[in-house]
C-alpha cells in the first residue's frame, strides 16, 4: 500500500486517490488537423515509463483536487508530489535528481517533499 503526499491536504493512504496515468499529456490545439493515427496516438499511447515517473493523481476521498505525484515505477519510491501549475517536465527531472541526493533533498519545498 502506498503513502500518497497530497499536496494540499498531506499523507494519505492509497485507497483515497484514484490513478490517471502520465502527467503532461496536452491536448493537442486543432485535433481535426491530425490524422487518424496522430489523434489514435494522442488518445491510447502512452511512454508506460520504467522508472522515474510523473503521473497525475486525484484525491477522490479528500479534497478532489488533481495533482502531479513523482515516482519510480520500479521500486514505488515516491519523491514527491506537486500542484498542478506548480511544475512541468523540466522542474520534475530536476526534483529526481535532487531527491537521489540528500544534502540538496533537505532545502526542497515542503509542497515537493514526500511528508513522512
Ligand atoms: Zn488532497
Known amino acids: 500500500m502506498l503513502h500518497i503526499p497530497c499536496p494540499h491536504c498531506g499523507t494519505r493512504d492509497q485507497s483515497e486517490f484514484?490513478?490517471?496515468?502520465e502527467a503532461y499529456i496536452t491536448r493537442p490545439e486543432n485535433p481535426k488537423a491530425l490524422s487518424d493515427?496522430?489523434?489514435?496516438?494522442?488518445?491510447?499511447?502512452?511512454?508506460n515509463t520504467?522508472?522515474?515517473?510523473?503521473?497525475?493523481?486525484?484525491?477522490?476521498?479528500?479534497?478532489?483536487?488533481?495533482?502531479?505525484?513523482?515516482?519510480?515505477?520500479?521500486?514505488?519510491?515516491?519523491?514527491?508530489?506537486?500542484?498542478?501549475?506548480?511544475s512541468n517536465e523540466e522542474t520534475i527531472a530536476?526534483?529526481?535528481k535532487a531527491n537521489m541526493q540528500s544534502s540538496v533533498k533537505a532545502s526542497m519545498k515542503p509542497s515537493i517533499r514526500e511528508k513522512s
Open 18 to 21: 484514484s490513478h490517471h496515468g
Open 37 to 47: 493515427a496522430e489523434w489514435g496516438d494522442y488518445v491510447f499511447f502512452r511512454k
Open 50 to 86: 520504467k522508472g522515474d515517473y510523473a503521473e497525475l493523481w486525484m484525491h477522490r476521498h479528500g479534497c478532489r483536487k488533481f495533482f502531479h505525484l513523482l515516482r519510480n515505477s520500479v521500486s514505488d519510491e515516491i519523491y514527491g508530489s506537486c500542484k498542478i501549475g506548480e
Open 94 to 96: 530536476t526534483i529526481v
